[in-house]
């Protein structure tokens, strides 16, 4: 038979800043046996962790410091000059940092693009499981009720669209009629002053234009065009006055013909037409030379229908645009008016719809769908977690790469040495390195500093200008000093065998009772984050091969149930924090659960 394992929760304390622990049981099937395991585990949060090194040193009087630049790049600015007195925290020398300003303010804005980012999964989130609780619920009364309402006022709308698309096209078609029944109006009298002008340019052709030199030509030609069009008449380039008055063919004959039912067509073609006669009719004015010997009077008459019949075809062209303009707003109209009526009609249905669905309830297959929304919104907010951890890693880089460019005073003390100049490029120098360069040196204006030795494991974490709290046998720890780090011997020190490296250190602020010869207890805060994902060190398991790992518990589903199952994942880590936990930099989300201990 299988062994049924059964678990029980048995609290342990856990000294963890900020987690919370929590028991946890698994039951693994196996022999028949009933297995009990316990599980301690903590939840993955974010918080602030702080690196120390604790060392023992000795008090020994004050000397000088000596600082060199981490990071290469031209000096900008010198705020010290040989001789000057510095006081601890004072700027000494600045390097040109304008990109990695830029690069800090890019990090930071990523920083609040995935945090605003991470607000909107986590809203998401929150509707999804408010979503899925609704629906294992099921549908309240009052829901329905609502769903009706939405159902009645969508028929409304309905009802209120056809009506006012009803009222569109018997406006669009009354603007559009008035608008014909106008242009209808303005016909005969274009015409008829069309036919004045002919008859008024015949007297003139007559009079003066009776040869057969060009300008005759060209004025019988031009006028036997605009007689065709506008009265009907063919080869009439030469009648009098008295017979074109007589013609009533042409565009001149459908104008009287048509009435006031005449179709929109109709009038449109006549109005094409008309404005075509009439501009012939222009033409053949305008082919009049005024420099002939006309007498004033005829020249005036000229002059008055080139003036008619230029107004009659402005006129007749504008009332042309403002039908086709009226085509189109009336055709707008319409479409609104049809768009918003479909509009209702999708609405009504999709409020039918969620009253059906309100109605029958939620299925299994849509809270099994639901429930896969859900975890989609969960892994997307996981997976945004990291993201937001990521841009936070890059901020923090940059500020750290910024905040290279600057040398400060790590005590207070007499400037001896300023080797910088403005302008100047200068190199990084490793501490750690025979060849460093020094670019300040300072006297120090208290009488003691500390001496202590690091070992090689913890020296490449030690860096010029860490703080440090200093305690001293003396006195206990009830008096608590401050001290930096000046300087880093890089020749090893062999004390019992083990390579070791000398530190000194000078205390930030005087006090009558530092004493030479004195023991120190340091506590060196070499590294401090604000924001990171720590769990404890005993959580982070080393392999044969140097893989990390942690064990996390998550929920898994099995034939419909979801149970908590342990699963190791590859980490990444990062500093040690003083409070036991580690920083985890890839591999876990804030929120999990980390095993720490389990009883197996």
């Known amino acids: 038979m299988p062994k049924v394992v059964k678990f029980y929760r048995k609290p342990k304390n856990l000294i963890l800043a900020g987690a919370a622990a929590t028991i946890l049981i698994f039951v693994l099937f196996l022999n028949g046996k009933e297995t009990v395991v316990d599980v301690s585990a903590v939840i993955a949060k974010r918080g602030p962790m702080v690196q120390e090194i604790s060392v023992t040193g000795t008090v020994k009087p004050a000397e000088s410091v000596n600082l060199s630049f981490e990071i290469s790049g031209k000096v900008s600015e010198i705020f010290a000059d040989v001789g000057s007195h510095v006081e601890a925290g004072q700027k000494l020398i600045s390097l040109a940092n304008a990109d990695l300003a830029a690069q800090l303010r890019q990090a930071q804005a990523g920083v609040g693009a995935a945090q605003a980012r991470l607000e909107q999964y986590a809203g998401a989130l929150e509707a999804e499981k408010a979503i899925l609780d609704q629906y294992k619920k099921g549908t309240r009364q009052e829901e329905i009720t609502i769903a009706k309402t939405n159902v009645e006022n969508a028929e409304n709308e309905e009802t209120d669209a056809e009506r006012t698309l ?76 008295e017979s074109i008055s007589k013609l009533s063919g042409g565009v001149y004959g459908e104008i009287q013909s048509l009435s006031a039912a ?243 250190l000078q205390f930030v602020g005087e006090s009558e009772a530092i004493k030479s010869g004195m023991t120190a207890n340091l506590d060196i805060v070499t590294d401090k984050l604000d924001d990171v994902i720590g769990v404890p060190n005993r959580a982070v398991i080393t392999q044969s091969d140097g893989k990390k790992i942690v064990k996390i518990l998550r929920n898994v589903e099995h034939d419909g149930k979801i149970a908590e199952e342990m699963v190791e994942v590859e980490v990444k880590t990062g500093i040690r924090g003083s409070d036991g936990r580690i920083e985890i930099t890839e591999g876990v989300k804030e929120g999990e659960k980390v095993v720490v201990s389990t009883s197996e």
């Open 166 to 241: 009803e009222d569109s096209i018997k406006k669009a078609e009354a603007d559009l009629n008035n608008t014909y029944s106008a242009t209808l109006n303005k016909l005969p009298a274009a015409v008829n002053s069309g036919k004045f002008a002919l008859t008024t340019l015949s007297d003139i052709q007559y009079k003066y234009f009776r040869n057969s030199d060009f300008e005759s030509s060209n004025i019988e030609q031009l006028k036997e065009q605009a007689v065709y069009e506008l009265l009907g008449a063919a080869n009439a380039g030469e009648w009098t006055s």
């Open 262 to 504: 005449a179709s929109h067509e109709e009038i449109d073609s006549t109005l094409a037409k008309t404005i075509s006669a009439l501009q012939k009719v222009k033409y053949a004015l305008d082919s009049v030379p005024l420099s002939s010997n006309l007498s004033s009077t005829d020249i005036t008459n000229l002059e008055t229908e080139k003036t008619n019949i230029n107004s009659k075809v402005s006129d007749l062209s504008g009332q042309q645009q403002s039908v086709n303009l009226q085509k189109v707003s009336s055709e707008n109209a319409i479409n609104v008016a049809e768009a918003a009526l479909n509009s209702a009609k999708n609405a009504l249905i999709s409020a039918q719809d969620q009253l059906d669905l309100k109605r029958a309830g939620y299925t299994a297959e849509q809270i099994r769908t639901q429930e896969a929304q859900l975890k989609q919104a969960q892994a997307n907010y996981n997976s945004q977690l990291a993201t937001v951890a990521q841009a936070y890693a890059n901020a923090q880089n940059s500020q750290a790469q910024l905040d290279k460019t600057a040398l400060y005073a790590p005590i207070s003390g007499l400037v001896t040495k300023m080797a910088a100049k403005v302008g100047e490029i200068v190199f990084p120098s490793s501490p750690y390195s025979d060849s460093r360069v020094t670019f300040v040196s300072i006297i120090s204006d208290k009488n003691f500093e500390i001496e202590a030795y690091i070992a090689e494991v913890d020296i490449a974490k030690v860096k010029f200008g860490d703080k440090s709290r200093v305690t001293l046998d003396a006195y206990g720890n009830d008096m608590e000093f401050e001290a930096a780090v000046t300087e880093i011997d890089p020749a090893e020190t062999i004390i019992d065998g083990i390579p070791t490296y000398k530190i000194t």
